[in-house]
């Protein structure tokens, strides 16, 4: 793999192709945890961290596993206990870890095992047919577009609460029509080439 075809990669996950914003991937968490910015910048670390790591094992589990096996049909299913596993250890490791980041995420770390992002991102991993390093590659960008995604809105929504908004557009209206903003600007940049 070629720098360039690295660059793209990178360029694809984060901005032009971006989980959150162009493929509507990941929406709950999205509007959940950016209504704070440190709990915006916790999720998508941990987002990524699972991102990176179960891709990573699924590739595996698929191509040295499931496929010679013949039990390719299963990948759905390994993939998503695969997920589960890793979030109910990033579980364990923040509550010791981090409690304060632990309990601002609250519910929304148990619902990584559920975030369609993470099982998504395996998903287009073993579909686009990539390799170790692309994989690799592309689900660290996945996760850091995930993460910028985050920390935007998190940003946007800290300032827009602040803002004289009239009663009808507080909190969840005012969130989505911000949301969408910031998919048309994601997706404009889509038509560029790198």
């Avoid at 914003?21 to 910015?37: E, R």
């Avoid at 047919?129 to 592309?138: C, E, F, Q, R």
């Avoid at 800290?158 to 909190?171: L, S």
Wanted: charged fraction near 10%; charge should be neutral.
């Amino acid at each position: 793999m070629s720098f360039l075809e690295i660059i793209t990669v990178v360029l694809a996950g984060v901005i032009t192709n971006n989980i959150v914003l162009v493929q509507s991937i990941g929406i709950c968490p999205f509007l959940g945890v950016s209504k704070k910015l440190d709990s915006g910048v916790g999720m998508g670390v941990a987002v990524t961290f699972v991102l990176v790591i179960s891709s990573l094992v699924c590739y595996l589990l698929y191509y040295y596993v499931l496929e010679p096996l013949g039990y390719a049909y299963l990948q759905t299913v390994v993939f998503i206990l695969i997920i589960a596993v890793l979030v109910q250890m990033l579980d364990i490791v923040l509550k010791k870890l981090s409690p304060s980041l632990y309990q601002a995420l609250g519910v929304y770390l148990a619902l990584i095992t559920t975030n369609c992002a993470v099982l998504g991102t395996a998903n287009n991993v073993i579909s686009g047919g990539y390799d170790l390093v692309t994989t690799l590659v592309h689900s660290f960008s996945v996760g850091v577009g995930f993460t910028l995604a985050l920390v935007l809105m998190a940003g946007i929504r800290e300032r827009v609460d602040a803002a004289p908004v009239p009663k009808y557009f507080k909190g969840l209206p005012i969130a989505l029509i911000t949301a969408g903003i910031m998919a048309m600007a994601f997706a404009g940049l889509g038509g560029l080439s790198f």
